[in-house]
């Protein structure tokens, strides 16, 4: 389907991506369907919505009539077949579970439209084994939205070994009419292009305090105040949740290889459930927000973080899976780095 006959799109999930994924569609002027399993994530939903757009209003980034017809251009409802059936786009955000994912792809695809455009938002499954669950999965692939998809830029679009060329084309066109910059991952590979090179860098640092000559907090000042990065890869692995940071390693190590195996003090903080900002405690404690002085991180050199995530984006262009600037445009809006590793590299 071209992306000028999208209308309705539907999210299925109505949590942490899928309520803000639907919010920018509904914003872009789709009708929007939200589908979750049960009334109470339904409302969650909605109340997220509601709470940001009131917000957004107060502070004066939006107008009342414009955050009105956001609204009206919202529904919800827990009926499958209802949230599928004249979805011109389905957005799939719910838990990162293949055989959960492979099973609602059955029956969302046998209830849709044949010629109805399919995506996941997975962050770490392949995009073909999904795939093999939907009928017609030339119509399928990979929409990959950053947290919060109402600010990030980024979207990563991941064809499968099935998807045509049509179907990237139309939901190119659709991540620009939803404000984002999209971009081509070539090939069906774990962790796409930002969680690869990101995901690493954030091992890589924990390796190097297990090395006992630096601290975290050093990094972090370092990284943040020479590197001009906006947070530390400590305080974002906090961010991100040390689980979802850990979970992605591990894929990493069972499809790239035992040397992208979680770094030990990562795989401690999982154990003891200190998973960051959510429990109040990872690389730091969140009684108090904490900061980093510049100072800290004088003696620190960038350059032992900096080469490592290189040398990871070089591995991704060796590997086909994209292109030298569509690393560094993914890296900038999906990782908010101030310069793609290419740029740091042709600076240096
Ligand atoms: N959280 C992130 O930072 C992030 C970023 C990019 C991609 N993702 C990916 O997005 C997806 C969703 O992640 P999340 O963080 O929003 O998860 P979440 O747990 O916040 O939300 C998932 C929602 O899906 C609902 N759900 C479960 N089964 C369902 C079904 N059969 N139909 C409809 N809804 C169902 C759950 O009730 C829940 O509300 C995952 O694949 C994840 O890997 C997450």
Redesign the pocket.
């Known amino acids: 389907m071209s992306s000028e006959k999208i209308r309705r799109i539907t999210v ?7 309520h803000s994924i639907a919010q920018v569609a509904a914003g872009a002027g789709y009708n929007v369907t939200i ?4 009334q109470e ?1 339904n409302d ?2 909605r109340n997220r919505i509601e709470s940001g757009l009131k917000r957004n209003v107060e502070r004066g980034r939006t107008t009342e009539e414009a955050a009105q017809d956001l609204l009206d251009h919202l529904s919800y409802t827990l009926d ?1 077949v209802e949230a599928v059936r004249d979805a011109d786009l389905v957005v ?5 579970r293949l055989e ?2 492979k ?2 792809w059955g029956e969302v695809a046998a209830a849709a439209n044949e010629d109805a455009v399919l995506t ?6 392949s995009i073909t084994e999904i795939g093999k669950a939907v009928s017609h999965p030339e119509r399928f692939l990979g929409m ?4 919060p998809p109402t600010y990030m830029r980024l979207v990563e679009v991941i064809p499968g070994a099935e998807t045509d060329s049509g179907t990237v084309e139309t939901v190119k066109a659709v991540a620009k009419k939803l404000g984002k910059t999209p971009v081509v991952v070539k090939k069906d590979v774990v962790g796409f292009i930002v969680n690869r090179v990101l995901i690493t860098y954030l091992n890589e640092a924990a390796k190097i305090v297990e090395s006992g000559k630096w601290t975290v907090r050093q990094v972090d000042s370092a990284m943040q105040h020479q590197a001009k990065m906006p947070l530390g890869p400590f305080m974002l692995s906090d961010l ?2 040390i689980d ?1 940071v850990y979970h992605i390693l591990k894929v990493f190590e069972e499809n790239l290889g035992k040397e992208y195996a979680p770094a030990e003090t990562i795989e401690k903080c999982y154990n003891e459930k200190k998973l960051g900002r959510k429990t109040g405690q990872g690389f730091y404690d969140y009684a108090e927000r904490p900061s980093v002085s510049e100072e800290e991180g004088e003696e620190f050199d960038i350059n032992l973080l900096l080469e490592p995530m290189f040398t990871e984006a070089e591995k991704v262009v060796a590997e086909g899976i994209a292109d030298k600037e569509s690393v560094d445009t993914a890296m900038k809006l999906g990782a908010n780095l101030p310069m793609g590793p290419f740029e740091w590299k042709e600076a240096k």
């Open positions: 299925l999930g109505a949590g942490v991506m899928g589908r979750d399993i049960a994530y969650g939903a499958l799939e955000a719910i838990p990162e959960l994912k099973q609602v996941t938002n997975t962050s770490s499954l990959h939205f950053f947290n991100i949740g979802i």
